[in-house]
């Protein structure tokens, strides 16, 4: 099969997935971008637990932003590999990062400009102030803080938020996203399928990330100004 054979076929499973946003017309669509996905992204990173983590990272994208993506301006399969560089620099970046609290970047959606095509410069994407003034949840105190003291709430947050998930979401985040386990330790010590747990992990993120943004709205908002500034 010849790679414009290839690519006219991801471009119809993807429109159909598009038209018809059910699990098994994504699952379709899973199985035949896969492959090339992970090479793709691998070939970045180098490294396979790497790829795992960025490959759940940007199928949760996909699963939310499907609709921001317009077939009339570039195929799907541009859109997608755009999306996984991006998730594979910004990984790499945080990967870099001294922080030990990985949480709220897993938890922020500030990039949607980028998700959605109209910008793939990752130059500023980590340029933030030293301070902000915070406002609490009262509307009245505030207060200077660092960006360390917001993360670390974010954090903690986070956490709140995880154990209120449905089990297997949290399960398969918390030995993620707080013991740092991988995919395949994680499938392996709980007797899942590898496929299963990434999908448990995106649907996850993407409950967690919702949830944190309902029960701690202002502090999912001053995170974000931390991160656009």
């Known amino acids: 099969m010849n790679k414009k054979r290839i690519e006219t076929d991801i471009q119809k499973i993807a429109e ?53 993506y317009d077939p009339n301006k570039a195929k799907f ?6 999306i996984a560089l991006f998730e594979s620099l910004q990984y790499i970046a945080n990967r870099n990062k001294s922080h030990k609290h990985i949480l709220p970047e897993d938890v922020s959606n500030i990039y949607a400009n980028t998700i959605a ?8 994407a ?11 949840e009262n509307y009245i105190d505030f207060t200077e803080v660092t960006k360390d003291d917001i993360t670390q709430d974010l954090y903690d947050a986070s956490l709140t938020c995880i154990n209120l998930l449905k089990d297997q979401y949290r399960m398969v985040l918390y030995e993620k996203l707080v013991n740092c386990k991988t995919i395949v ?22 409950e967690l990330r ?17 991160e656009i500034n």
Not at 185 to 206: C, H, M, S, Y
């Open 126 to 136: 980590f340029i933030t102030h030293d301070n902000i003034d915070y406002v609490t």
């Open 210 to 226: 919702n949830m944190i943004k309902e029960k701690f709205g202002r502090l999912y908002e001053s995170y974000c100004e931390f």
């Open 16 to 68: 159909r997935y598009i038209n018809n946003r059910s699990d098994t017309n994504f699952a379709s669509l899973y199985s035949r971008i896969k492959y090339g996905l992970r090479s793709y992204i691998f070939g970045i990173v180098k490294n396979i637990d790497d790829t795992d983590d960025i490959e759940v990272k940007v199928l949760e994208k996909v699963w939310k932003n499907i609709h921001m």
């Open 185 to 206: 330790d994680i499938a392996n010590e709980k007797q899942i399928p590898i496929t299963t747990v990434k999908n448990w992990l995106f649907k996850g993120r993407i």
């Open 117 to 124: 095509g109209t910008c793939c410069n990752n130059d500023d």
């Open 77 to 82: 399969s541009t859109w997608l590999y755009r």
